[in-house]
T-cell receptor, first 113, second 113 residues
């Protein structure tokens, strides 16, 4: 069992649909990151959050610390949103004075026009 | 200007060789990282480094060593390359260790024959 679980593994949506990607983890964390990996391989950091909710454009990330769960939402999805979305958590359980990052396996999103 | 750059972009080499991958960031960040992404696209932290602390993931073989000539550079040296070292290696940086968004380089695809 992975320490960071994402669901679904693969997601196909029609343009304009509302999308939700989920991330669950098993240890106490100091922060959770959402990353986007483009088809060409480049990685972009979308959000870092430790509580509540953050919004950037059409992207919204939420976290529930008590339930050890986070969601990434995409409103009005577009084909250019097609990418792999990766959840990562930072915890001292994984070493380091501030804790290392442990990654989920990613959710591959494909948005059809 | 590229914020985090890596060279080379592609590296093909024979088993047993020693190779290096260079990483430079022009963001003035204090902390740099090396990640490995395997053939299943799973990201894993290898090293975290700032001018005070080197955090090594204990699962990383000691054939891998980070070397930092200055705050803007963190190079990855790999000795006695093995087939299983084939992967994409990402460098990243963040303003502070442990609490900040990370900025990723474009990746170096290493193929060991």
């Amino acid at each position: 069992k992975n320490e960071v679980e994402q669901s679904p593994q693969n997601l196909t949506a029609q343009e304009g649909e509302f999308i939700t990607i989920n991330c669950s983890y098993s240890v106490g964390i100091s922060a959770l990151h959402w990353l986007q990996q483009h088809p060409g391989g480049g990685i972009v950091s979308l959000f870092m959050l430790s509580s509540g909710k953050k919004k950037h454009g059409r992207l919204i990330a939420t976290i529930n610390i008590q339930e050890k769960h986070s969601s990434l939402h995409i409103t009005a999805s577009h084909p250019r949103d097609s990418a792999v979305y990766i959840c990562a958590v930072r915890s001292r359980a994984y070493g380091g004075s501030q804790g290392n990052l442990i990654f989920g396996k990613g959710t591959k999103l494909s948005v059809k026009p | 200007d590229t914020a985090v750059s890596q060279t080379p972009k592609y590296l093909v080499t024979q088993m047993g060789n020693d190779k290096s991958i260079k990483c430079e960031q022009n963001l003035g960040h204090d902390t740099m990282y090396w990640y490995k992404q395997d053939s299943k696209k799973f990201l894993k932290i290898m090293f975290s480094y700032n001018n005070k602390e080197l955090i090594i993931n204990e699962t990383v073989p000691n054939r891998f060593s980070p070397k930092s000539p200055d705050k803007a550079h963190l190079n990855l040296h790999i000795n006695s390359l093995e087939l299983g070292d084939s992967a994409v290696y990402f460098c990243a940086s963040s303003p502070l260790y442990g609490a900040d968004t990370q900025y990723f380089g474009p990746g170096t695809r290493l193929t060991v024959l």
